[in-house]
């Protein structure tokens, strides 16, 4: 197959005279897309995954040389490809909601958040004791944004900008084409769906622009808060992890949630 994908440079053959061209858009489901039986196609950004869900869903895994259909020129136009240096952070904006990279001047902001104790038994980690440490936090997501395994959003209200909470990817598996997030809101803005709006828009991006296959979140099974809104996002319960953590001298148990590409339904 291999061969069929790096034979000629596409970008100099003239799109019409392709008899089948599809870009991959974040939303099209790769194995439902029908190749015509006729030479050539050509199929726009999609991941090697993708690429073989097609052939898969089209009969077409083992392409033999004296079948009609030639699949010219597969490219790949995902950040996940070029991040970090080369892309800006990404800002994404909702309806209520800018989203913009998590700067050392948020350390304050989220300092009073995760220096909160009830928004630290939640997590399931000691409140902070200073800026200095959140702070810390803040330059490692820069760290992992620049090594494109990871990146953090400070969500911003709508018009002025207040700081309500953070949003991240806390890893991003390049391999396996799957991201972990983490999320916090001040208390004073919970119950407003704001965290589900800013979800929502990174979820997007992790599937459009990422390419990523796999979302998956962890919580402990005592914050019905996170476990509602990942549940009001779609994502499925994997298993529960059992006594997987000791906090405060107790055992607690821990859930994993996951929510495939597949299974999105954009909000
Ligand atoms: C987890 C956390 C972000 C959830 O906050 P939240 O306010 O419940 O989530 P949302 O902002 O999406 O708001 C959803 C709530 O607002 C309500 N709501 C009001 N308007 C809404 C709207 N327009 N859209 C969606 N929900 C809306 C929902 O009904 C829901 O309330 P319910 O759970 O009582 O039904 C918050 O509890 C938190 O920051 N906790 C501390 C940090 C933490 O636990 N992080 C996760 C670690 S794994």
Not at 169 to 188: A, V
């Amino acid at each position: 197959m291999r061969e069929f994908l790096d034979k000629g440079n596409p970008s100099e053959v003239p799109l019409c005279l392709y008899t089948f061209a599809c870009v991959m858009e974040p939303h099209l489901q790769p194995e439902s897309i029908r190749l015509p039986r006729t030479a050539p196609c050509i199929l726009v950004g999609f991941r090697p995954y993708q690429l073989q869900a097609v052939l898969h869903s089209n009969r077409l895994d083992e392409l033999m040389p004296c079948q009609p259909i030639e699949i010219t020129g597969v490219e790949s136009d995902n950040e996940m490809d070029s991040m970090p240096a080369s892309q800006p952070f990404p800002r994404l904006e909702t309806e209520r909601l800018v989203l913009r990279k998590l700067a050392a001047g948020d350390s304050e902001n989220w300092f009073r958040n995760l220096s909160d104790d009830e928004v630290a038994v939640l997590i399931g980690m000691e409140p902070l004791k200073s800026v200095k440490d959140s702070r810390g936090l803040i330059n490692s997501f820069s760290d992992r944004f620049e090594k494109g395994v990871g990146m953090a959003w400070a969500i911003t209200l709508k018009p002025v900008g207040t700081f309500i909470g953070t949003c991240s990817y806390e890893k991003i598996d390049r391999e396996n084409l799957s991201g972990e997030i983490g999320y916090d809101l001040l208390k004073q803005f919970w119950g407003h769906g704001y965290m589900t709006e800013a979800l929502g828009a990174i979820i997007d991006y992790g599937f459009g622009h990422l390419g990523l296959n796999r979302i998956e979140a962890h919580t402990t099974a005592i914050n019905t808060g996170s476990i509602s809104l990942l549940q009001r996002l779609g994502f499925s319960e994997e298993g529960v992890f059992r006594e997987s953590s000791f906090f405060r001298g107790e055992f607690r148990d821990d859930c994993q949630y996951s929510l495939l590409r597949r299974e999105w339904k954009p909000l």
